[in-house]
């Protein structure tokens, strides 16, 4: 089964940036969406940015101006830039994608997720 695996994540002060990437273990076909939720303790998971095939990213209205996703579909990757960060970012950020999964059917559509990443922000 084609896996999700993010890095990039770590601690950085309020202020500072981080890029998170997103890569597929495998290659995945006919990808609808790929973006990034996170989940901070206690709390449920949300959307952070979305980007569909052939149209706009959309974001969170708390991270709009300043994070940016962007896709690289040859690579199957998918990053996060994360500009201007607040404590209120710190969460665990996962990948996700909804797309066909050769090593699992050709006939139907996967929803896949990442084991998530930690991004920390510091005051």
């Known amino acids: 089964q084609v896996q999700l695996v993010e890095s990039g994540g770590g601690l950085v002060q309020a202020g500072g940036s981080l890029r998170l990437s997103c890569a597929a273990s495998g290659r995945l076909f006919s990808i609808n969406v790929m973006g990034w939720y996170r989940q901070a303790p206690g709390k449920q998971r949300e959307l952070v940015a979305g980007?569909?095939?052939?149209?706009?990213?959309n974001y969170a209205d708390s991270v709009k101006g300043r994070f940016t996703i962007s896709r690289d579909n040859a690579k199957n990757t998918v990053y996060l830039q994360m500009n201007s960060l607040k404590p209120e970012d710190t969460a665990v950020y996962y990948c996700?994608?909804?797309?066909?999964?050769?090593?699992?059917?050709?006939?139907?559509?996967?929803?896949?997720w990442g084991q998530g990443t930690q991004v920390t922000v510091s005051s």
């Open positions: 996700y994608a909804n797309a066909v999964d050769p090593t699992t059917s050709w006939s139907r559509r996967s929803d896949i």
């Open positions: 980007i569909a095939s052939g149209g706009s990213p």
